[in-house]
């Protein structure tokens, strides 16, 4: 895993553990000064949510019992009556304390990251997406007949500007006139201030080359060809990577931003979810990625808040994601 330092100089540098411990240290402190009492406060509001749950299932029980004890109309009537408020209500409160906790809990590990010199002007919008044109623009997926989204993340790498969000994809398939998974999980688009920065590259995982051949023959009619001995050899059992004949390979996607590319890959493969990341540059804009089946900090109503791995992943996700922009943008 590859980290960045350089506060006091123009570019950041390559480092290594000890920044690493470093940035762990500095976000557990925060945890605890900050994060820890607010998840506090959102646990009592998780157990309340609860006991109404708990509470409001007992008296459906008993109405139950009493309609079918009395069977009598009116009775039935007044009984589902109040039985549909105690189930509205119930979803209310189930829905306040969803709505409320990921934007309160994202915003202030947000606000963390954005003391980095490198990093500004992160915004969380809950109900927002990356638009479709840019989902489409990366050339990655060529179809997108449903496209679903939110948590959409945006803000600034040193000067390249971002946005990421959670997306759900999926294009009609005419043979089982159904809608088929296209992807779901993270993706990101970055904007280069760099002219220089001519024609495409694609990096496609070679877990997912028999879902992708439409990808590949697009690319291929823009003059994409398939590449081959790369200065990180791992790079190739992993990924199969494409580029047009006007793409600078050697200054747009050096060694160090090839490595950083597999650390983030080797990330997403130990939780056991086995992630898979796309990546494609087309003239300056960046494109990642990232397969993931789970809702970013998604909250559940049966597990305590109080976590700080739940809330480490998030930032070290984040972390990484907003490395790869920077690695680009010092290198180019």
């Avoid at 939110?150 to 999926?170: H, M, N, W, Y």
Wanted: charged share 20%; aromatic share 14%; with cysteine.
């Amino acid at each position: 895993m590859i980290l960045f330092a350089g506060k006091g100089t123009g570019k950041p540098t390559l480092i290594g553990t000890s920044t690493m411990l470093n940035t762990y240290n500095d976000f557990r402190q925060f945890y605890n000064q900050v994060l820890f009492p607010e998840l506090k406060n959102l646990e009592r509001q998780r157990r309340q949510v609860l006991r109404f749950l708990f509470l409001t299932t007992l008296l459906l029980l008993l109405l139950l019992g009493v309609v079918l004890y009395l069977q009598i109309f009116v009775i039935t009537l007044l009984m589902v009556l109040v039985v549909g408020y105690a189930l509205a209500l119930a979803y209310f409160k189930v829905e306040t304390y969803v709505q409320n906790f990921k934007p309160r809990i994202l915003r202030l590990i947000l606000d963390f990251v954005d003391n980095s010199v490198h990093f500004n002007e992160l915004q969380y919008f809950p109900k927002e997406k990356v638009p479709l044109n840019e989902f489409l623009a990366s050339r990655l997926f060529p179809r997108a007949d449903e496209y679903k989204g939110e948590d959409k993340i945006t803000g600034k790498v040193r000067e390249t500007p971002f946005q990421l969000s959670e997306l759900r994809v999926a294009e009609f398939s005419t043979v089982r006139n159904q809608l088929d998974p296209v992807f779901r999980g993270i993706f990101l688009q970055a904007s280069y201030q760099n002219p220089a920065m001519k024609g495409s590259l694609m990096a496609l995982p070679d877990q997912r080359k028999k879902f992708l051949q439409r990808t590949e023959r697009g690319f291929h009619l823009l003059g994409g060809r398939k590449q081959s001995g790369f200065s990180i050899p791992e790079l190739e059992t992993w990924y199969n990577l494409y580029c047009t004949p006007d793409f600078p390979f050697e200054n747009a996607f050096p060694v160090e931003f090839q490595q950083l590319l597999l650390d983030f890959r080797l990330r997403n493969q130990v939780d056991g979810q086995k992630r898979e990341v796309y990546l494609s540059l087309i003239g300056s804009q960046l494109y990642l990625a990232i397969e993931q089946e789970r809702n970013l900090f998604e909250p559940s109503l049966w597990s305590p808040t109080v976590d700080f791995a739940q809330a480490n992943a998030f930032h070290e996700d984040i972390q990484l994601l907003l490395q790869l922009i920077l690695q680009l943008d010092v290198l180019n």
